[in-house]
């Protein structure tokens, strides 16, 4: 199928590493990018190519991925890391692009 | 700066139609990929459209095939949307954002994400 699952929502105690995860069929073939979007603002992209970090985001951002799991993972969370995260990735039939439903961050 | 900017938006009935454009600057407008992207009052993003960098392919999501058209004009460095025969399930806002530069297939458009993103325009059909 051409779905992306992730759960709905995430806590992490400051300055603690956070792993979330995003679930799919597609993931077996194609790699991940993820996304950050804060409340009332446009997506950032974070991570693209499974593992790769765009110029400028943070070294404590990192991607991995197993099976058909991929993974966004934060390390030392802070306030301003809490935001909607996003995993994407290139749907079954032809070109299309899929998101997943969104993980919303909380840092306590 | 690079920098996009969408405009167009606003209160349709069903069945109407409307045009978004995306007005882009500080980059060489005609060797990237763009896209758009939709997300519905407190939903999660959806991808809607994308177009090549020479405008040569199109593709669409399968709710908006039919109705809604992508287009780039170089020489204005705008990206639209023409938007038909619209639903209340298209009410959103609508993000273009920047996809990969030209040397990439767009097969491959996935990998690379959207590394630039406006602010969004929001359609409401109602």
């Known amino acids: 199928s051409s779905e992306l699952t992730q759960d709905p929502a995430v806590s992490v105690a400051l300055g603690q590493t956070v792993r979330i995860t995003c679930q799919g069929d597609s993931l077996r073939n194609y790699f991940a990018t993820w996304y950050q979007q804060k409340p009332g603002q446009a997506p950032v992209l974070v991570i693209y190519?499974?593992?790769n970090r765009p110029s400028g985001i943070s070294d404590r951002f990192s991607g991995s991925s197993s099976g058909n799991t991929a993974s966004l993972t934060i390390t030392g969370a802070q306030a301003g890391d809490e935001a909607d995260y996003y995993c994407s990735c290139r749907g079954s039939s032809g070109h299309h692009l899929i998101f997943g439903g969104g993980t919303r961050l909380t840092v306590l | 700066q690079v920098q996009l900017v969408e405009s167009g938006g606003g209160v349709v009935q069903p069945g109407g139609s409307l045009r978004l454009s995306c007005a882009a600057s500080?980059?060489?407008?005609?060797?990237?990929?763009m896209h758009w992207v939709r997300q519905a009052p407190g939903k999660g993003l959806e991808w809607v459209s994308s177009?090549?960098?020479?405008?040569?392919?199109?593709f669409y999501a399968d709710s908006v095939k039919g109705r809604l058209t992508i287009s780039r004009d170089t020489s204005t460095n705008t990206l639209s949307l023409q938007m038909n025969s619209l639903r209340p399930e298209d009410t959103a806002l609508y993000f273009c954002?920047?996809?990969?530069?030209?040397?990439?297939?767009?097969?491959?458009?996935?990998?690379?994400?959207?590394?630039?993103w406006g602010q969004g325009t929001t359609v409401a059909v109602s």
């Open positions: 190519g499974e593992t």
């Open positions: 500080g980059f060489t407008f005609n060797s990237y990929a």
């Open positions: 177009i090549s960098y020479d405008g040569s392919e199109e």
């Open positions: 954002a920047r996809g990969p530069a030209s040397t990439i297939n767009p097969p491959q458009y996935y990998y690379y994400g959207m590394d630039v």
